[in-house]
């Protein structure tokens, strides 16, 4: 077998095919524990149609009430993009990043001040 890397139909392998080469009967699920987290990747089912992809889903990932959401997903609709060039930005904003500004030093700069002025 070949492996294709074109971004839009995914990666293709013998291990964990995605995308165009992917089994069209695997559905990808992602859950929510609590409203407001963020969906995480809950595992897979093996399913013929969307309708009983569903079915199956509710009952492994939300049976005891531990999902407050579910996302069901064909495997063939996941891009794989694993290309390095496509994935590095085209200009450094490494300033945009949360560590590029120190909040506590300013916080603690702060907090002497208002015990200084309290005094």
Do not use: C
Request: hydrophobic residues 30%.
């Amino acid at each position: 077998m070949t492996t294709d890397k074109t971004p839009s139909e995914g990666h293709v392998d013998d291990a964990g095919r995605l995308g165009a080469g992917a089994d069209p009967d695997v559905w990808e699920v992602f859950r929510q524990e609590k409203d407001g987290e963020p969906m995480r990747h809950a595992g897979n089912v093996r399913a013929p149609d969307r309708e009983l992809a569903t079915h199956y889903a509710r009952e492994f990932y939300s049976r005891r009430n531990e999902s407050v959401r579910l996302w069901v997903v064909p495997r063939t609709e996941i891009s794989d993009l694993a290309d390095p060039d496509l994935l590095q930005p085209p200009l450094d904003r490494s300033f945009k990043r949360p560590g590029g500004y120190v909040m506590r030093d300013k916080l603690d700069a702060a907090k002497k001040r208002a015990a200084e002025s309290a005094e």
